[in-house]
């Protein structure tokens, strides 16, 4: 069975772009693949994350990417989990080539959030909310993860300043990624005295709008060697769908995370204390304390001590440094695009090319990408660096299964 590898990637910058979605697919596809042969020699398969064709009224998005892309007369196909979308379209793409289906797959991205303004933006996402008990109340997503975060408030020692520090340390983080939407670190005064979102959520403790893509080569390690490119080997995939009504399941028990985490750890052959970055779904700071918990980075009620260097965390926490990128808060949160960002991040960490960001030592990643509220979908991959052939070193040119 081969081994899949994410063997090269690239994004477009994130934030309000004058760029419709494909050219901003453009940007992300052209950087992917700078000193690599076209991606007609290497791509068998597209998958695309995209959670809503309301922002541009445009559906078909694997068959727009895969013409944009130049590969043509390949499986093409849009994957939609609302912001579990990249991270499905990745999880697609390491399936196909673990069982053989294509040598090559690219797996991408794509969101053009900002072309309905907020109030589109606002009911794009809330469309991922339960129709008949939700929607029609006038939820929005800070509302309903507002419920979370009282809630997790209410049962644990943590508290709004503890939140704000989250947000504060992800700031810190992007400030270092030139990728990042977000450029400037903040203190946590600045955090607390944002204008109210949705009690206890303010401004700062929410991810931004914004538009961005993100591309992704999943292919084998021994074409990867061929290449002559750096790769991670993707060593365990979970995947796992909660109720998509928050009224339906516990609020500060992320069940379904914690099934998908557990699927992945099993197949890499890993536990929690193994990983040393991890780039979790802080779609709003609290999910950072939540999900650190769902996955066994943290004891249940410690979670918001991920703002902590590891030697300053309560007993059970393990050393994993977290959203070494800014994660959705600062390095931003182009739905469609988020999961694969992660991706990027753990690829630049695990190949050497974070550059200040860096993590000395870094081996291995967890990514959790979720979509709808706290855990309607969750996907989770464990990638690991160092990949290499099965067996030989790998020359000349591999002819690509399309």
């Known amino acids: 069975m081969p081994?899949?590898?994410i063997a090269t990637v690239g994004a477009s910058p994130i934030g309000r772009t004058d760029l419709p979605g494909r050219d901003l697919?453009?940007?992300?596809?052209?950087?992917?693949?700078?000193?690599?042969?076209?991606?007609?020699?290497?791509?068998?398969?597209?998958?695309?994350?995209?959670?809503?064709?309301t922002y541009e009224h445009q559906i078909m998005q694997g068959t727009l990417m895969a013409e944009w892309a130049g590969v043509g007369m390949v499986p093409a196909e849009r994957v939609e989990g609302c912001a579990a979308?990249?991270?499905?379209?990745?999880?697609?793409?390491?399936?196909?080539?673990?069982?053989?289906?294509?040598?090559?797959?690219?797996?991408?991205?794509?969101?053009?959030m900002t072309a309905g303004g907020t109030g589109g933006a606002t009911d794009a996402l809330s469309a991922a909310f339960d129709r008949a008990i939700e929607q029609r109340s006038g939820v929005t997503a800070p509302s309903q993860y507002a419920l979370l975060a009282s809630r997790y408030l209410h049962e644990t020692e943590a508290?709004?300043?503890?939140?704000?520090?989250?947000?504060?340390?992800?700031?810190?983080?992007?400030?270092?990624?030139p990728r990042a939407q977000f450029s400037e670190a903040?203190?946590?005064?600045?955090?607390?005295?944002?204008?109210?979102?949705?009690?206890?959520?303010?401004?700062?403790?929410?991810a931004p709008v914004g538009d961005g893509a993100a591309a992704v080569l999943v292919t084998t390690a021994e074409i990867a060697a061929d290449l002559g490119v750096p790769a991670v080997s993707v060593d365990g995939v979970g995947a796992a769908a909660n109720n998509v009504a928050v009224a339906e399941r516990d609020?500060?028990?992320?069940?379904?995370?914690?099934a998908a985490a557990e699927t992945a750890y099993a197949e890499a052959g890993l536990a929690p204390e193994d990983i040393d970055i991890a780039e979790v779904h802080d779609a709003f700071t609290v999910c950072e304390a939540l999900l650190s918990e769902a996955v066994g980075f943290a004891p249940e009620g410690l979670g918001y001590q991920s703002h902590l260097s590891p030697e300053a965390r309560d007993d059970g926490w393990t050393?994993?440094?977290?959203?070494?990128?800014?994660?959705?808060?600062?390095?931003?949160?182009?739905?469609?695009?988020?999961?694969?960002?992660?991706?990027?991040?753990?690829?630049?960490q695990l190949t050497g090319a974070a550059g200040g960001r860096a993590l000395d030592g870094a081996e291995h990643a967890l990514l959790l990408n979720e979509g709808g509220v706290a855990d309607a979908v969750t996907v989770v991959h464990i990638l690991s660096a160092g990949a290499e052939p099965d067996s030989g070193v790998a020359t000349g040119t591999k002819e690509v299964t399309r």
């Open 251 to 258: 609020m500060t028990h992320i069940e379904g995370a914690a």
């Open 85 to 112: 979308a990249g991270a499905l379209a990745l999880r697609h793409a390491v399936k196909d080539v673990r069982n053989g289906e294509h040598d090559g797959v690219l797996a991408c991205g794509v969101e053009k």
């Open 319 to 348: 050393d994993v440094e977290l959203s070494t990128s800014g994660g959705l808060k600062a390095r931003g949160h182009p739905i469609g695009a988020t999961g694969l960002l992660q991706a990027i991040e753990a690829y630049e």
């Open 25 to 53: 697919f453009s940007v992300a596809l052209a950087e992917a693949f700078e000193g690599l042969p076209d991606p007609v020699d290497l791509v068998g398969a597209v998958y695309v994350g995209n959670q809503s064709e």
């Open 3 to 5: 081994q899949p590898v």
């Open 159 to 177: 508290t709004e300043a503890d939140l704000a520090e989250i947000a504060v340390k992800n700031h810190t983080n992007a400030a270092a990624n």
């Open 186 to 206: 903040i203190d946590a005064e600045t955090v607390l005295d944002s204008p109210t979102v949705a009690p206890p959520l303010k401004l700062y403790d929410c």
